[in-house]
């Protein structure tokens, strides 16, 4: 039987670590703060964003909120960035996605200062990942990692197989654990027999949004299985990726859903936060 690796408990110990360093900023007179904008009211991103907002209180970060009509001006939100990026009280700014379509939603991000780019998705921060040089990673394979090494698994020469190929979990996610000498695969929905891919993993991620898409047949023996998925069933049950009954008997160490890797992410969004007001001042000094 896997051991279930609880995404709430290592979050609560990472969180606990933050508090200290957001105190320690304090006492040096910075403020960590984080804006968040968000535009319309999609009622999924709206319960993320108050997530957001209310780890920060948990941790010592001041959050700012700046919330936009779903039919406002992209030159309004692009406006609001380029003076966010002035200000010294903040240190980091979200664009919760998605944005309504008449954004571009990569104008919206390169508007971004990269030195608040908490949420990584700066064509500087991207490219960072590639070079190993990275300033703020992604949250959730950010997240990954740190479970990973939470539970002291192995990266250096292991098979990994990442499941799902989006630019903000799959992609990063393979760079950063190729940057950890793992031999990485990548698999998309275009992949022909998936199976033949996922058996050879010593290590396993999900990241497709589709539930029961990794079965018992699909894991090797002994396997470590992170399931970043997220699907709400029509009988309103929250899942994952994997089929986390069956694969639980079969692997060494599975993440379930919820509890697993969303908690994580929050976390690694304040933890860059942090970095970043920390960031700030040393280049003061
Ligand atoms: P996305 O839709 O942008 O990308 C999905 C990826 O999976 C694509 O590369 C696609 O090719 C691939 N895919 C789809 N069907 C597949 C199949 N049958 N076989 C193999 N690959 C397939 O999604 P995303 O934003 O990367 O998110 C993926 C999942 O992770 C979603 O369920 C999302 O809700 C969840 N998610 C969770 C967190 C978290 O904090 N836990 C954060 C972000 C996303």
């Given at each position: 039987?896997a051991?279930?690796i609880d995404?709430?408990?290592?979050a609560?110990?990472?969180?606990?670590?933050l508090?200290?360093?957001?105190?320690?900023l304090r006492?040096?007179?910075?403020?960590?703060g984080?804006?968040?904008?968000m535009?319309?009211n999609?009622?999924?991103?709206?319960?993320?964003?108050?997530?957001k907002?209310?780890?920060?209180?948990?941790?010592?970060?001041?959050?700012f909120?700046?919330?936009?009509e779903?039919?406002?001006?992209p030159a309004?939100?692009?406006?609001l960035?380029?003076?966010?990026?002035?200000?010294?009280?903040i240190?980091?700014?979200?664009?919760q996605?998605?944005?309504?379509?008449?954004?571009?939603?990569?104008e919206?991000?390169?508007?971004?200062s990269?030195?608040k780019?908490v949420?990584?998705?700066?064509?500087?921060?991207v490219?960072?990942?590639?070079?190993?040089?990275t300033?703020?990673p992604?949250?959730t394979?950010?997240?990954?990692?740190?479970?990973?090494?939470?539970e002291?698994?192995?990266?250096?020469g292991?098979?990994v197989?990442?499941?799902?190929?989006?630019?903000?979990?799959?992609?990063?996610m393979?760079?950063?654990?190729?940057?950890r000498?793992a031999?990485?695969c990548?698999?998309?929905?275009k992949?022909?027999d998936?199976a033949?891919?996922?058996?050879?993993?010593d290590?396993?991620?999900?990241?497709?949004?589709?539930?029961?898409?990794?079965v018992?047949?699909?894991v090797?023996?002994?396997?470590v299985?992170?399931d970043?998925?997220?699907?709400?069933?029509?009988?309103?049950?929250?899942?994952g990726?994997?089929?986390?009954?069956?694969?639980s008997?079969?692997?060494?160490y599975?993440?379930?859903?919820p509890?697993?890797v969303?908690?994580?992410?929050?976390?690694m969004?304040?933890?860059n936060?942090?970095?970043?007001a920390e960031?700030?001042?040393?280049?003061?000094?």
């Amino acid at each position: 039987m896997a051991k279930i690796i609880d995404g709430v408990a290592v979050a609560a110990e990472i969180r606990r670590e933050l508090k200290v360093r957001s105190q320690a900023l304090r006492e040096r007179g910075v403020v960590p703060g984080l804006a968040v904008i968000m535009v319309g009211n999609d009622p999924a991103s709206s319960v993320y964003v108050r997530n957001k907002v209310r780890a920060c209180k948990e941790v010592g970060i001041e959050s700012f909120r700046f919330d936009f009509e779903q039919d406002a001006e992209p030159a309004s939100v692009l406006a609001l960035i380029r003076e966010l990026n002035c200000r010294s009280d903040i240190h980091g700014i979200l664009v919760q996605l998605p944005l309504p379509p008449r954004f571009s939603v990569s104008e919206v991000l390169q508007t971004l200062s990269v030195d608040k780019d908490v949420d990584g998705f700066h064509l500087y921060n991207v490219g960072g990942l590639v070079v190993g040089g990275t300033v703020f990673p992604p949250c959730t394979p950010y997240g990954v990692v740190k479970m990973l090494e939470h539970e002291e698994i192995e990266l250096e020469g292991q098979n990994v197989v990442v499941v799902g190929a989006s630019n903000i979990v799959g992609k990063p996610m393979a760079l950063m654990l190729m940057q950890r000498d793992a031999t990485v695969c990548i698999c998309h929905a275009k992949t022909r027999d998936l199976a033949q891919f996922t058996v050879l993993a010593d290590i396993l991620v999900v990241a497709a949004g589709k539930p029961n898409l990794i079965v018992p047949e699909m894991v090797k023996p002994g396997a470590v299985v992170i399931d970043v998925g997220i699907n709400r069933l029509a009988n309103g049950k929250l899942v994952g990726d994997v089929d986390f009954e069956g694969v639980s008997k079969k692997a060494s160490y599975i993440t379930p859903v919820p509890g697993g890797v969303g908690p994580m992410t929050v976390t690694m969004l304040l933890a860059n936060t942090i970095a970043a007001a920390e960031r700030r001042l040393r280049a003061r000094q």
